[in-house]
């Protein structure tokens, strides 16, 4: 299995609301990312995972939250979301070792936060 | 001065054409340099990449970096309609990846 799967594809959520994203990947990488892209830009780096402790966080708002339940799963907890965070949410990952900057992409959740 | 400048888009090429796709970088510090596609609507694919300066071949496609000039080229030969979709360079160092804005190239048949 050669795919980071994420669910949802599609999310409208309102500004109190609280949901989440999933991301899986079964490809034994012990490094996750999630990533921000809004339209017509390139991806912004969140948070990174490594051996599934929190490693790097860009200084993201705490409005979200990152989990790494085991090392096949990434969450994003979102809560309290204002419109500027409609954006398309990319989770990726990379072998442990060797090169880390060989990401493997989900598809991504297209977010609106109305 | 942006740590990774991308030719700005978007480009149109008639199917065959040979594409040249550039970057340039401020950063020392880089040592791997990826490249990404991205069809509307998906996520980014990993294309290819190389390791410091050099050249890398792949079928159709062919990256370069020329680290003493900061320079970063991807060239796709006998260009297919299939290939329309926006290239991101991605140039990485302590564990990060920075994207280029990214240029639209579009293959007319």
């Known amino acids: 299995d050669t795919e980071v799967t994420q669910t949802p594809k599609h999310l409208v959520m309102g500004m109190t609301n609280k949901k989440s994203l999933k991301c899986e990947q079964h490809m034994g990488h012990r490094a996750m990312y999630w990533y921000k892209q809004k339209a017509k830009k390139p991806p912004e780096l969140m948070f990174v995972?490594?051996?599934?402790?929190?490693?790097i966080n860009e200084s993201v708002p705490s409005r979200f939250s990152p989990e790494c339940p085991n090392s096949s799963l990434l969450n994003l907890h979102l809560h309290a979301l204002q419109p500027e965070d409609s954006a398309l949410y990319l989770c990726a990952s990379s072998p442990s070792r060797g090169v880390s900057y060989e990401q493997y992409f989900g598809p991504g959740t297209r977010l609106t936060v109305t | 001065q942006k740590e990774v400048e991308q030719d700005p888009g978007p480009l149109s090429v008639p199917e065959g054409a040979i594409v040249s796709l550039n970057c340039t970088y401020s950063?020392?510090?880089?040592?791997?340099f990826m490249w990404y596609r991205q069809y509307s609507r998906k996520g980014p694919e990993l294309l290819m990449y190389t390791y410091s300066s050099g050249n890398k071949e792949d079928g159709r496609f062919t990256a370069q970096v020329d680290k003493s000039s900061k320079y970063i080229s991807l060239f796709i030969r006998d260009s297919q309609p299939s290939d329309s979709a926006t290239y991101l360079c991605?140039?990485?160092?302590?564990?990060?990846?920075?994207f280029g804005k990214g240029i639209t190239l579009s293959v007319r048949p």
């Open positions: 995972y490594s051996y599934e402790k929190l490693s």
């Open positions: 950063n020392s510090a880089f040592q791997y």
């Open positions: 991605a140039p990485g160092a302590n564990s990060k990846l920075t």
